[in-house]
């Protein structure tokens, strides 16, 4: 590559910003496989409508279920999904026979997944100094999706003691696989449902997300005592998977039960380290007293917090602000993204910084005091630009220099209107506590996939941040 151009010299920048090799992170629940399946035209839809009865479906759509019991269930949501181009993710019922009508769809191609699985490969990537990665259950099939490097470990117990090794010798031979369904559809398929003639506005993803009865989110009881003593080895760390806890399981226990355990976790895991920064990665949570129990008992442990436009829709809907939620899921908009993160910051004053990302535009909102400028925070941000397009580019990152790719994406064209945005809101006087930045997104016109976009940039804005704060605070 010609070294001299200006590519290169934007790529040696953000390299400047991406240096977490001072970081240590300690990951914890989710962890899966995505089994991904493209729709490229609406010919299939069409088919499945007419297969699955038109009228049925539309009952369906109309309903909004909120769990996929059956078929019908899955076409209304997925066409939900599809008609407004919004990242969504849906529960699945553990049935056998459900289960099986989805193995018999033709995947194209299985992936790491989970928030855990996909950060704990980007930032070994990335060179973090220290990943660890935590799931409560590591098949072999699991363990093989890790990248396998020395930096990436898996933590156990033997004879008492805290044991890293990477996941490949860490799986346990009887654990089952998660496999989660992906269906990742292109900008313009066509189909109709009733009077409705759909057009996708944008690439995008459904997940059908597996919620196996075996599978319990929480560390177990023998890691749990050594966590106080992982806290000591780590800068940072990454929460996330909430959304795969169940209100009930086949033993009679409940979400009560796993929400107090969690809580248990982030506790200990700081127990030794108050300097520890966590980050919660919201996620899709339907069901809505789940949801609430993750606003009103994990947020409030938590330093950072990154999530979706649709996210922030339904976390400020569930706060309260019903309106503004429906806004938000609606446009978008940045004037109303920076008021419920307001809002938020402010219900939770734990919080110092926020991170939402949205098709057009990704932000953060921290205190005015933060000891980070506007001009650092923004190269977090367009590192994490960089680090979307890459990957909306090629599927997977796989090697830093992989990162040249999504530079020569350019910054969607709302540059300047989200510039005048930020400037004219933060000469407000509601927003005088707070220092707000963001950056346009470099979409990519035709992605190769689009799941695990949101994990890439949360985490890489969330260690850029950290790393940062680390060396501002050595001065
Ligand atoms: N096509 C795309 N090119 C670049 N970046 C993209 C593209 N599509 C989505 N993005 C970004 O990824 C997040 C997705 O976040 P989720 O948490 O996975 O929903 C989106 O907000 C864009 O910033
Ligand atoms: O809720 P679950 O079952 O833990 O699954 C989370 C899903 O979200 C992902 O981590 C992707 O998230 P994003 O697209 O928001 O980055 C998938 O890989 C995974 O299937
Ligand atoms: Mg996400």
Not at 94 to 120: C, H, P, S, T
Not at 247 to 262: H, L, P
Not at 402 to 421: A, C, M, Q, R, W
Request: glycine fraction near 4%.
């Amino acid at each position: 590559m010609d070294t001299s151009c200006n590519e290169y010299k934007e790529y040696r920048e953000c390299m400047d910003y991406l240096d977490f090799s001072n970081i240590s992170i300690f990951l914890a629940y989710n962890v899966n496989v995505d089994a991904i399946k493209y729709y490229t035209s609406g010919k299939e839809i069409q088919n499945l409508i007419e297969r699955y009865g038109e009228d049925d479906i539309i009952e369906k759509y109309n309903e909004y279920p909120r769990k996929i019991c059956n078929p019908i269930d899955y076409i209304a949501r997925l066409i939900h999904a599809m008609a407004n181009g919004k990242p969504a993710e849906v529960p699945l019922l553990d049935d056998e026979n459900l289960n099986k009508w989805f193995d018999n769809f033709k995947y194209d191609e299985e992936r790491m997944g989970g928030q855990v699985g996909i950060i704990a490969n980007l930032l070994s990537i990335l060179r973090t100094k220290k990943v660890i990665a935590y799931s409560p259950i590591l098949s072999k099939k699991q363990a093989e999706m890790f990248v396998d490097n020395d930096n990436l470990v898996y933590p156990s117990v033997v004879d008492g003691n805290l044991v890293l090794k990477k996941p490949i010798e860490s799986y346990k031979e009887n654990d089952p696989l998660k496999i989660n369904r992906i269906f990742e559809y292109k900008e313009g398929i066509e189909f109709k449902l009733g009077d409705k003639h759909i057009i996708t506005p944008i690439a995008n993803r459904f997940i059908v997300a597996s919620r196996p009865d075996k599978l319990r989110l929480e560390i177990k009881e023998d890691l749990k005592e050594k966590l106080p003593e992982i806290g000591e080895q780590i800068d940072c760390a990454i929460f996330s998977g909430y959304q795969g806890i169940k209100e009930k399981y086949s033993d009679g226990k409940t979400y009560e039960y796993y929400f107090t355990k969690a809580e248990e976790d982030l506790d200990l895991l700081r127990q030794k380290n108050k300097k520890i920064k966590i980050h919660l990665e919201f996620a899709s949570i339907q069901n809505i007293n789940l949801r609430k129990n993750i606003i009103n008992r994990i947020l409030p442990k938590m330093d950072c917090l990154g999530m979706d436009e649709t996210e922030v829709g339904n976390l400020i809907s569930t706060m309260g602000y019903e309106e503004l939620g429906q806004k938000i899921i609606k446009d978008s908009k940045m004037e109303d993204v920076v008021e419920a993160s307001k809002i938020i910051m402010e219900t939770y004053p734990n919080l110092e910084l926020l991170q939402v990302h949205t098709l057009y535009y990704i932000l953060v909102m921290c205190k005015k005091d933060n000891p980070l400028t506007t001009k650092q925070l923004k190269k977090i941000l367009e590192l994490a630009t960089i680090l979307a397009a890459t990957k909306a580019k090629l599927g997977e990152i796989s090697k830093v220099s992989d990162l040249l790719k999504g530079l020569t994406v350019p910054h969607n064209k709302y540059n300047e209107l989200f510039k005048s945005i930020v400037d004219n809101l933060q000469k407000e006087e509601k927003y005088k506590n707070y220092k707000i930045v963001a950056t346009p997104s470099r979409l990519v016109d035709v992605p190769k996939s689009t799941v695990g976009l949101g994990d890439t940039i949360s985490s890489g804005a969330f260690v850029g941040y950290v790393s940062l704060l680390k060396e501002a605070n050595k001065k």
